[in-house]
């Protein structure tokens, strides 16, 4: 009875020791914020866990997070072991027993970077990358037998995304052109033209949610071009939903046109993997024109990288809308269709193979006047094209391409033979040699062109020089002369830093008793 008794005791001491001191051994806290790279986790003191600590999940008792940095009341952390991560998720950090410390020799001390709570939770995926290009150019035609023509044009391209670590981002590609020579004398004959491609602003409101505003082209929806108004994209981890509404530009100065509304929408996937990645979209949209319906169509666009050797982009548009004497239908008309593989054997050998369909975008609205005229033409113009380019030797490359274009009637059909070979380091004198060959023959024109280009550079690569030669044979079936044409050209280019470059161009062409000048010059800043 006695060794009874001791025994009791001794155990009720240890349970004592093991379940007394269970909630002074454990830290809970609480997921407050998750991003594509982080989990932010709240505590009320953060005194106990140090870098490279593990934090687990309440819900399944496992080890889910790593501690990469913290300040005294938060952890900035990495997911590991394959866990989901939700905001508001339960953790909680095991403080491990001291140790006994030992008496050593003094060393230098580590002094961990500790950061702020608020440095901690303030946008820390967003990093600023801003990018840009302004450049000038001048254009000059001297002719022999004709007036002389001369064009002046300016770029600008920015793009700034994060801009100071913020949500917010620009996006900018405007083009100038004027004509010098032309006098303006209307509307449809100007001589000066601005033209905007991109002009909005983004913002992420958080790392999944992003709202875009102004004109910008949406790469998931690339075929329907610049979209003038609100664009909305939300991730749900690899699949996504975005909606648009706004204007198209005009159809002929590229201005904005407030009677030429449209909205739509999408969804779309992702799948990543070590040997596979694909993106997948699919759509709809109305456009309209003076407040009535223009064009109803969905789309689909679709891309894949197959082990990093096959790549496959494929895009179709299906018009679902139809009105031809004021009567509507639902008629399915296929738009647009296009389909390219590109195959890589080797790094000597690749293969490319592409398919295209389309037919002429009608509006049935803004061209109301032609509609019977353009559908009696309603004709898909097709085309195929092959593509194979190959490394026969360590600096010799080449390549060969053929294209058809064809339709039911046999009008505008072409046949297309291109070949090139270069020699990529010409013995003794250095500098890269190409001869290229072209053979197109179409319903009224056959053409062969051959040419020769010679390139060096020079200054440690600060300054390149060209020059290339081009002789090119007409044979019209219509009844036409045939002619031969010769052109003599040379280029430099001189890169004055990293960002700066100039370069200027001159061509002479001659035939029969024409001999025509072009000379081209531009200035390029990057930032």
């Known amino acids: 009875m006695k060794y009874l008794f001791n025994a009791l005791i001794v155990f009720i001491i240890l349970t004592y020791n093991v379940f007394g001191q269970t909630n002074d051994e454990r830290i809970e806290g609480a997921v407050s914020f998750v991003t594509t790279s982080n989990i932010y986790v709240k505590f009320e003191n953060t005194q106990n866990i140090a870098i490279g600590d ?30 989901e991560i939700q905001k508001g998720d339960a953790v909680f950090f095991v403080i491990k027993p ?56 300016s770029r600008l391209s920015v793009d700034a995304d994060h801009i100071k670590d913020s949500k917010f981002s620009f996006n900018a590609y405007l083009n100038y052109r004027h004509i010098l020579d032309q006098a303006e004398t209307s509307s449809l004959q100007k001589n000066s033209f601005l033209r905007v491609y991109n002009l909005g602003a983004r913002y992420d409101a958080t790392p999944t949610l992003s709202i875009t505003l102004g004109r910008n082209i949406n790469p998931k929806m690339s075929s329907i071009g610049a ?45 990543n993997s070590d040997n596979f990645y694909s993106q997948t979209t699919i759509g709809a949209i109305e456009q309209r024109g003076n407040g009535d319906i223009d064009r109803r ?15 496959i982009f494929a895009s179709m548009e299906m018009d679902i809308y139809s009105k031809v004497n004021y009567t509507t239908k639902n008629n399915l008309r296929l738009t647009n ?50 593509r194979i380019n190959f490394k026969p030797y360590k600096n010799i490359f080449a390549g060969i391409s053929y294209s058809k274009r064809f339709q039911s009637d046999n009008g505008n059909k072409s046949d297309n033979i291109y070949g090139y070979v270069t020699l990529s380091k010409v013995p003794n004198i250095g500098g890269r040699l190409s001869l290229t060959y072209n053979r197109n023959e ?56 990293r960002k700066l470059l100039v370069s200027i161009s001159g061509e002479l062409s001659t035939f029969d008793d024409e001999n025509n000048i072009r000379i081209y010059s531009r200035i390029i800043q990057r930032f």
């Open 54 to 83: 593990s934090l687990h999940l309440k819900s399944t008792n496992t080890a889910c997070l790593v501690v990469k940095s913290k300040s005294s009341s938060s952890c900035v952390c990495q997911v590991v072991n394959g866990c």
């Open 98 to 153: 001291k140790e006994k410390v030992i008496e050593a020799a003094p060393t230098k001390e580590f002094v961990p970077v500790v950061l702020d709570a608020d440095e901690l939770l303030e946008d820390p995926t967003y990093k600023e990358k801003i990018r840009g290009r302004i450049s000038a150019s001048s254009y000059s035609n001297i002719l022999s037998n004709r007036d002389d023509r001369h064009r002046i044009m």
């Open 227 to 271: 979209i003038d108004g609100l664009q909305v994209e939300k991730y749900f981890g690899n699949n996504y939903v975005g909606a648009i509404v706004g204007f198209r530009p005009d159809i002929f100065d590229y201005g904005f046109n407030a009677d030429l509304m449209q909205y739509g929408g999408y969804f779309g996937t992702i799948t």
């Open 297 to 311: 169509y969905t789309y689909m666009q679709h891309s894949s990288t197959l082990f990093k050797d096959l790549n």
């Open 337 to 386: 269709l296009y389909v390219s593989a590109r195959y890589r054997f080797s790094r000597a050998l690749n293969m490319m193979l592409s398919y295209d369909s389309r037919k002429r975008i009608i509006y049935y609205e803004t061209l109301q006047t032609e509609i019977e005229r353009l559908l009696d033409d309603d004709i898909a113009r097709q085309g195929a094209r092959a």
């Open 442 to 497: 179409s319903n009224y024109l056959l053409s062969n062109i051959g040419g020769a280009r010679y390139s060096k550079e020079f200054l440690n690569g600060r300054l390149h020089t060209d020059l290339y030669y081009r002789l090119v044979f007409y044979d019209y079936t219509s009844g036409m002369d045939s002619f031969e044409q010769h052109y003599f050209g040379t280029n430099l280019s001189y890169n004055i830093n």
